[in-house]
């Protein structure tokens, strides 16, 4: 069974950085444009970053831009979101995804992880 695992997340202060990683299982995902969403408590998943399958080009949203680096080593199958500066208001559950496009719509991507908790206490 695909599978994406995300890691990484925990309790930051506001400034600080935090690296997530998303490992696959399955080596059709080096084929596969990779995003990053996240969800705050009574909130809808929303978009923060993608990356294409070849890594050449990447999109953020305009509340991470400066801030967060999406990439991807297809080797090791793992995508990775650096984040910089955080802000409480980044507090979230981050999921990793990998769809058929490089898009911000959830709808285009076709598997999931569980999330990773990511606090930044002010």
């Known amino acids: 069974q695909v599978q994406l695992v995300e890691s990484g997340g925990g309790l930051v202060q506001a400034g600080g950085s935090l690296r997530l990683s998303c490992a696959a299982s399955?080596?059709?995902?080096?084929?596969?444009?990779m995003g990053w969403f996240r969800q705050a408590p009574g909130k809808k998943r929303k978009f923060v970053a993608a990356?294409?399958?070849?890594?050449?080009?990447?999109t953020y949203d305009d509340s991470v831009k400066g801030r967060f680096t999406i990439s991807r080593d297809n080797a090791k199958i793992t995508v990775y979101l650096q984040m910089n500066s955080l802000v409480p208001e980044d507090t979230a559950v981050y999921y990793c995804?990998?769809?058929?496009?490089?898009?911000?719509?959830?709808?285009?991507?076709?598997?999931w992880g569980q999330g990773t908790q990511v606090t930044v206490s002010s």
């Open positions: 995804a990998a769809g058929r496009i490089m898009s911000a719509s959830p709808l285009t991507y076709d598997y």
């Open positions: 399955a080596r059709t995902f080096r084929n596969a444009a």
């Open positions: 990356v294409s399958s070849t890594g050449t080009t990447t």
